[in-house]
């Protein structure tokens, strides 16, 4: 290393000074220059809006989960007709504590283990739109009785790879839904 340090500065003190200078704009708050990114950040606990149904929900963002999941109670399971598939009719309760009736058409069934327990429940996977963090997005969501946790909607690694998120765990509330209740 070129010494650019008078004799008496010592050879550790001159890695530690150009160290110094090096992260100066990251220490005095700036974003580094290798590491700026245009990516909405969100943080741990958000706001979600279903427009299609009226429904606004706190949601707990969660990167440990693959797939979103809902809190829903399932009225009727339609069996498949000739050339279609199966609908699941069901309700959930926005912010306002109004039941929504919603129907869709069943993507998919999962298997999902209980809180406390290791019995597993079938449930029924639908696709869903919701507003996140100013984006509106499409996905994958169970419907599960979720009714034990303090959110009601879980938003999994599906909805944040698809609206490309960062998230801040320090903070909650940070960018509004992107859409409105009607």
Known sequence: MLNIF??????HLAPLVLS?????????????AWGATDRVIIGRIEYVVM??????????????????????????IKPATSGGSERVVF???DDAGNMKTIERKVSAWTEIKGKGTTKAIRRPVVTLDICLGGKRLEG????????QFLYPVLIGRNFLKTGDFLIDPKRTFIEPPGCEVP
């Open 6 to 11: 008078p004799v008496r500065c010592g050879r």
């Open 20 to 32: 110094i200078v090096w992260c100066m704009p990251v220490l005095l708050g700036g974003p580094p």
């Open 51 to 76: 427009q299609d149904v009226g429904v606004r929900l706190k949601a707990r963002i969660d990167t440990g989960a693959g797939v979103s999941s809902i809190h829903a109670k399932i009225l009727e």
């Open 91 to 93: 309700q959930i309760r």
């Open 140 to 147: 994958r969501v169970n419907l599960a009785d979720r009714s």
